[in-house]
């Protein structure tokens, strides 16, 4: 499609999903979530979706359990996809996984306790998988080797910048106290690493809901999960999981900026729009046509759309 506005294509097009949870043999999360299901949903619409994506990023709690099972029924399901849309496919280790069967079942490698820091070279943007995880625990954290090994990964800095995809984000969670029991710990001694770096975008999940901020002058993106999310109204719960509003991100880089858009799970009704056969009309008019017909309040078309 050609531009209609003042922005030419994206230069880069990623899909931010996160927190699978999937089971070993299919099982349901909690008895009702389908965890497989949901994924495949999420991939459904992203091969709609136009714009194809030159990279996957799944940003942790791949398993829920660390089953291996669960990794190898994951990468059935994901890579073929991958495969068919010429896209990258980038994992990101989470507090519910486990390192050695992530290891084993998502890159055929050996069973080890080492952190999964990886790096990928998407079309000269770099996406650097970063481990926030602590064996044994929930909460996150980086390890002063981990993050003397990032410093020398951004010592370069990438043709077209760096995107960091991480589990836990280094963000405040005000509508969920709990939650910060459970964050990144040491968030001070990852701003200094980033601070000055060529690091565009911050990829994260953990929260299991949408949410966004900024972290040493770094705009943090936190894709919701598509097994299930967390209420953010629940009347006298400190945590409560639902198994509805699931969703994922596209993520849409451009020279000065990167624009972060949700995805909800599931096929909306439409109650106005119009169909994509009328793509060739609005390619074949002039600019000054278009806002005639689709800006002008007194048009034909809005007249008949507010009918």
């Known amino acids: 499609?050609?531009?209609?506005?003042?922005?030419?294509?994206?230069?880069?097009?990623?899909?931010?999903?996160?927190?699978?949870?999937?089971?070993?043999?299919?099982?349901?999360?909690?008895?009702?979530?389908?965890?497989?299901?949901?994924?495949?949903?999420?991939?459904?619409?992203?091969?709609?979706?136009?714009?194809?994506?030159?990279?996957?990023?799944?940003?942790?709690?791949?398993?829920?359990?660390?089953?291996?099972?669960?990794?190898?029924?994951?990468?059935?399901?994901?890579?073929p996809v991958a495969a068919e849309l010429g896209a990258q496919l980038i994992w990101v280790m989470g507090n519910h996984d486990e390192r050695g069967p992530y290891n084993q079942g998502l890159f055929d490698g050996d069973d080890t306790d080492e952190p999964q820091d990886r790096v990928y070279d998407v079309n000269g943007l770099r996406i650097i998988s970063l481990d926030s995880t602590v064996p044994g625990y929930h909460h996150g954290a980086i390890s002063d080797e981990q993050l003397a090994w990032l410093a020398a990964e951004l010592a370069t800095p990438a043709p077209h910048g760096t995107v960091l995809a991480l589990h836990h984000p280094p963000v405040p969670t005000p509508l969920l106290w709990a939650?910060?029991?459970?964050?990144?710990?040491?968030?001070?001694?990852?701003?200094?690493?980033?601070?000055?770096?060529?690091v565009r975008a911050i990829l994260a999940g953990h929260l299991h809901y949408s949410s966004f901020s900024t972290f040493a002058g770094i705009p943090v993106s936190v894709a919701s999960a598509t097994c299930y999310t967390l209420a953010l109204a629940a009347e006298d719960r400190l945590l409560s999981g639902n198994n509805e509003n699931q969703a994922f991100n596209m993520v849409h880089v451009y020279e000065n900026s990167v624009v972060h858009s949700i995805v909800p799970l599931g096929d909306e009704t439409?109650?106005?729009?119009?169909?994509?056969?009328?793509?060739?009309?609005?390619i074949a008019m002039t600019p000054e046509q278009r806002l005639e017909m689709f800006s002008s309040k007194t048009s034909d078309f809005n007249a008949a759309q507010g009918s």
Not at 13 to 34: C, F, K, M, N, P
Request: no cysteine; net charge negative; proline share 5%.
């Open 1 to 79: 499609m050609i531009p209609l506005g003042q922005y030419p294509a994206p230069s880069h097009v990623i899909a931010h999903i996160s927190d699978t949870h999937l089971l070993a043999e299919g099982r349901q999360l909690y008895g009702v979530v389908e965890g497989e299901g949901n994924v495949r949903q999420a991939l459904t619409q992203l091969q709609r979706i136009s714009g194809k994506p030159e990279a996957i990023v799944i940003t942790g709690d791949l398993a829920d359990l660390g089953e291996p099972d669960a990794y190898k029924r994951l990468r059935d399901i994901v890579e």
């Open 179 to 198: 939650m910060e029991m459970l964050e990144l710990h040491g968030q001070d001694r990852l701003a200094a690493v980033l601070k000055g770096s060529d």
């Open 270 to 282: 439409e109650v106005s729009g119009f169909a994509t056969a009328f793509a060739p009309q609005i």
